[in-house]
Each structure stands twice: as structure tokens, then as C-alpha cells.
Nanobody
Framework: QVQLVESGGGVVETGGSLRLSCRAS????????MGWYRQAPGKDRELVAV???????DMIDSVKGRFSISWDNAKRTVSLQMNNLRPEDTAVYYC???????????????WGQGTQVTVSS
């Protein structure tokens, strides 16, 4: 089993900052990606930022220049620094990781429980 535990959500005013953190634990052989998704009320879950083992980062255009992601594969942690937050950033933010739990198996995707980020106008 793999557990992803997020922390750092909260309520902030427009223009403020928050830092989200996620730690993976459990039966982990290796990880090939770690990052963040979000889901706003009435909307589909969307990618925010993900780092992949070949040093590639995918990030949604609306957060470029405001958010930054940092993945420490050795520590199995990923953080999301969110600056200049806007009301449209309000959502539940989910940590996601690609994890191999068996030497002969593929990397499977695991999700955290989510942490609420609310940006007031």
C-alpha cells in the first residue's frame, strides 16, 4: 500500500501565498512522477503541475509564473509554492504519484485525500 498525505491548504486573500506539501510512504520501490491536480466545485479535476523523472515538468498555463513545483524523489516529497493567488485558484488540491510497488510491476498512480485551498476576493 502507498499513502500520500498532503498539508498546507487554507484560506488566503487574493495576491497571497500558500505552500502545499505531500509525502509518500508505504511499499515504494521507485517513483516516476509526483505532482498536483486540483478540482474546483462543478469542474473536472485538472493538472496543476507534475514533475517526471526525466526532469520534465508539465504545468497548466494559468499558473505559470505564479506557481512552482519541487520534487525530492529521495525524500518522496513534493511541494507546490503558490504565489499571487487568485479566486479562480480556489479548489481542492490533490497530490498524485506514479509508484512502483513490485520489482516486476508497472508504476501505478496513487492519489492523496486532497487539501482545500480557498482564495478570497
Amino acid at each position: 500500500q502507498v499513502q500520500l498525505v498532503e498539508s498546507g491548504g487554507g484560506v488566503v486573500e487574493t495576491g497571497g501565498s500558500l505552500r502545499l506539501s505531500c509525502r509518500a510512504s508505504g511499499n515504494i520501490i521507485s517513483m516516476n512522477s509526483m505532482g498536483w491536480y486540483r478540482q474546483a466545485p462543478g469542474k473536472d479535476r485538472e493538472l496543476v503541475a507534475v514533475e517526471i523523472t526525466d526532469a520534465k515538468t508539465d504545468m497548466i498555463d494559468s499558473v505559470k509564473g505564479r506557481f512552482s513545483i519541487s520534487w525530492d524523489n529521495a525524500k518522496r516529497t513534493v511541494s507546490l509554492q503558490m504565489n499571487n493567488l487568485r479566486p479562480e485558484d480556489t479548489a481542492v488540491y490533490y497530490c498524485r504519484a506514479g509508484v512502483k510497488t513490485s520489482s516486476f510491476g508497472p508504476h501505478s498512480l496513487y492519489w492523496g485525500q486532497g487539501t482545500q485551498v480557498t482564495v478570497s476576493s
